[in-house]
């Protein structure tokens, strides 16, 4: 009987070992495939990273060679997506340019994503009366003007720091004024190449004493008696120190103005390499065009009304609202300052990722390494033709004001609308509804619901219903949190320049931590 029980309990202890190693084999087995699993998505974050650099580079090329007809005012024609390999599961590696903004823009229509930054505002060149009537802007004109005379606001999204800035220009990227601004519109002092004149040419600056260089130059494209007349007018004391000069100057003199397009493009009153803040007539929506000092609501409908009949050398001057009868002269002299014919900054927004092959639902591994429970867990991926694996959005501008093209700005834009979302909904402390002592809380409503429920995918409906009964109760109990427990507010003044909100392009958003470099990324979704 003892040496039974002997042989019992040495079983038993046998048992015991070759369970504890099963454990920890398995421990260390379940370890291992996380290990495993983790390497391959950040193998994937970083190809699909890469994968979005990429078309941003593809998208600066076809810039740079389409460079001579956006400066006659063309709009670019990018290609619209890339397949960049395949992987042993059959998944294709793929970016592709998605649309910006709603169709109400304005902007040329390329086919995707691309829209001049011209067509826009920019905070730094507006006058405080156009700012003033920006939806968002109009208890803020005055700081923004004060804040960029000591420094130019590099995005929209520092507009978020300033004083009297409401939070709608954010949050409501179909209402909101950020997508009618920008700080990246610049026209380079570059002849289009009108008339007798070489497209490229750098423009001959009339803001300087006179001088026989000066001469030379008017005398190679206009001849001796334009050379004589300009230096006689500069001899008498008349100076050139903007367009609106030399507009009134050849009105002063009776030339019509079919005359004026020629020295327009060959003339300019800066020695800057380019001018700030030109809003381009060809593409900028209504909105915009009706904040342009001379015009208004009804010429602003008209201009848009038009445009897309005009040919020849009327698309490259800007003059033509007056040559169309939609202006008269002195409007079209309020107006010259501020317009141009063209874009030299186009915004594109890149996404990239894995486009799912064969029967792979993109959940991030191809199909033989698909496990059994992914299958009905992502079912509306699965109808999704276009999702993406590890899907990355970035938004950038391309600047080929220059013959280098160069990355204007880049930001992250992959939780953008999430982040909208969350904005819209968030209510401030002193906006949450008051919590019913008697009502028991949200949150715990959900948890027992869950606990009495085999744990499985919820049906859109059940999953509509937690989400926001979630959200009532994060608003309950972040109201019912005694003072002291409450995260203090901090200034305006104290906010980071990373936590600006995010915009939508429109327009602009967030300033970039480290600042807007090629190569430089920042997170967020902020331009």
Do not use: H
Not at 368 to 394: H, Q, T, Y
Request: with cysteine; charged share 30%; glycine share 10%.
């Amino acid at each position: 009987m003892t040496s039974t029980r002997r042989k019992g309990a040495a079983l038993f202890a046998v048992m015991v070992v070759v369970a504890i190693g099963a454990a920890g084999a398995t421990s260390l087995a379940y370890r291992a495939q996380v290990t495993l699993r983790s390497s391959r998505q950040s193998i994937q974050r970083t190809e699909v990273r890469a994968a979005a650099w990429s078309g941003l580079q593809a998208v600066m090329a076809e810039l740079a060679d389409q460079r001579d007809e956006l400066l006659g005012g063309a709009p670019p024609t990018l290609t619209e997506s890339w397949t960049l390999g395949t992987d042993s599961g059959g998944r294709r590696l793929v970016y592709r340019l998605v649309r910006i903004g709603g169709a109400e823009s304005g902007a040329f229509d390329v086919g995707v994503a691309a829209t001049p930054e011209a067509s826009r505002l920019n905070v730094n060149t507006a006058t405080p009366e156009a700012l003033a009537r920006v939806p968002g802007l109009a208890n803020a004109a005055d700081a923004i003007v004060a804040a960029r005379q000591q420094s130019l606001l590099q995005s929209v999204g520092e507009l978020a720091r300033i004083e009297g800035v409401d939070a709608d220009l954010f949050f409501a990227p179909d209402v909101g004024g950020a997508r009618l601004l920008t700080c990246m519109s610049a026209d380079p002092s570059v002849q289009a190449g009108v008339g007798s004149g070489e497209r490229g040419n750098m423009r001959i600056n009339l803001d300087v004493e006179w001088s026989d260089e000066l001469g030379s130059a008017v005398e190679r494209r206009f001849g001796t008696g334009a050379r004589d007349a300009v230096k006689q007018l500069m001899e008498q004391g008349t100076t050139f120190e903007s367009t609106s000069d030399l507009v009134r100057t050849m009105a002063s003199f009776q030339m019509e103005a079919e005359s004026w397009i020629e020295p327009l493009d060959v003339f300019s009153t800066t020695d800057a390499p380019v001018s700030l803040g030109l809003v381009d007539l060809l593409t900028a929506d209504q909105a915009v065009l009706e904040l342009i000092p001379g015009f208004d609501a009804p010429i602003a409908e008209a201009i848009v009304a038009t445009r897309d009949g005009l040919s020849g050398e009327l698309r490259v001057t800007p003059v033509w609202p007056l040559l169309e009868g939609i202006v008269e002269e002195q409007q079209m002299t309020e107006a010259i300052d501020f317009v141009c014919c063209r874009s030299m900054q186009w915004r594109v927004r890149i996404e990239a990722g894995y486009e799912r092959g064969g029967d792979d639902l993109g959940l991030g591994r191809a199909g033989p390494e698909a496990g059994p429970d992914d299958a009905g867990m992502f079912d509306e991926l699965a109808d999704d033709e276009d999702a993406l694996e590890g899907r990355m959005v970035i938004e950038a501008v391309v600047d080929v004001s220059e013959r280098r093209p160069r990355v204007a700005y880049l930001r992250d834009v992959t939780l953008e609308e999430l982040a909208r979302s969350v904005g819209a909904e968030v209510e401030t402390p002193d906006m949450a509804p008051e919590r019913d002592p008697g009502r028991s809380d949200p949150m715990d409503d959900m948890l027992n619901a869950m606990d009495d429920e085999p744990m499985r995918a919820p049906s859109d409906e059940r999953a509509a219903e937690f989400r926001e009964r979630r959200r009532e109760g994060a608003r309950t109990s972040r109201d019912n949190r005694p003072e002291r427990d409450r995260p203090e507010r901090r200034d305006r003044d104290d906010v980071d320049a990373e936590a600006a909100p995010a915009t939508d392009d429109e327009g602009g958003t967030g300033r970039p931590a480290t600042g807007s470099r090629v190569g430089r990324w920042t997170t967020g979704g902020g331009s």
